[in-house]
């Protein structure tokens, strides 16, 4: 069994007076992918967002429990959060790159980061995209802007930026649902090859994407953690009524 990234325990999430996330407990590991499903408002990207604190910018957002990302506790007070996300990196739902050339966007974070050395950063840049799998594509336009790429050409670009910093874990909310199914094959081939660098959290609608990329699968249901288990487990012969009732479609 690969060792525990990040662990959560008894996580309650509140925005105000609203309960969205209750007791959730779940042990993601180390170069796996976990998938997180479930009906839209379930908290699959609440959840997510706790990850990497992206909730901090959410001011009615609370939040209590245990969230360990191996000894850092990601809700200490003295957590520094600028570092929690250099570990912990995000590619969101729609592709979002900067209006800037190929090359700036991915060159970016590492020069937030303090790099200044060419060598380097062109190093990190060529990399960062042959592991994007976007590399023989645009290695002749590098300072052509990001923006003139296509959809999924712009998603890996996106992933390349996240992988420019070298985090350890890549959180993923939807990342293929504004793209064609061919850009979609691409982006899930992409992540199958990652897992074996990275450990990986995607928050998906598409119960055949949890099914064909993910190790373990989580079921959210208005705020509950249902079922988490083998991604194998929950498609096949779930524990739960209600995982089963999901994954057959009979609501969602
Ligand atoms: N900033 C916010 N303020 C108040 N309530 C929020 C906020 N963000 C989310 N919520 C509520 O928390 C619950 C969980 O939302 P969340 O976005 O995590 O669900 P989700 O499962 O990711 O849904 P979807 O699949 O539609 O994106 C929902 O009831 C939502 O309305």
Not at 62 to 89: H, N, S
Not at 124 to 130: C, H, M, Q, T
Not at 180 to 209: F, G
């Amino acid at each position: 069994m690969n060792k525990a990234k990040i662990v959560s325990e008894d996580l309650n999430l509140y925005y105000g007076d609203f309960h969205a996330l209750h007791g959730i407990d779940m042990t993601i590991r180390d170069r796996e992918v976990t998938a997180l499903i479930g009906p839209s408002g379930c908290g699959k990207s609440t959840f997510l967002r706790c990850l990497n604190r992206m909730n901090d910018i959410i001011p009615i957002c609370r939040v209590d429990g245990t969230l360990m990302f191996e000894d850092t506790d990601i809700y200490a007070p003295t957590t520094d959060v600028v570092a929690l996300r250099k570990r912990v990196g995000m590619v969101f739902q729609a592709p979002n790159p900067f209006p800037k050339s190929i090359f700036d966007n991915v060159a970016y974070a590492p020069k937030l980061h303090g790099l200044k050395d060419k060598t380097k950063l062109e190093e990190i840049v060529e990399k960062s995209l042959k592991q994007a799998a976007l590399w023989d594509e645009v290695k002749d336009r590098l300072h052509k802007p990001a923006l003139g790429l296509s959809g999924g050409q712009q998603q890996r670009l996106c992933i390349a930026r996240a992988l420019a910093i070298q985090p350890e874990v890549l959180l993923m909310d939807e990342p293929t649902s504004a793209l064609d199914p061919i850009s979609t094959l691409k982006i899930e081939e992409l992540i199958r090859e990652l897992k074996a660098q990275y450990t990986i959290v995607i928050v998906t609608h598409n119960m055949q994407q949890a099914a064909r990329i993910s190790d373990k699968t989580a079921f959210f249901l208005v705020g509950d953690l249902v079922e988490f288990d083998h991604t194998e487990v929950i498609f096949t012969t779930p524990k739960d009524q209600r995982t089963e009732d999901y994954i057959t479609g009979r609501f969602g």
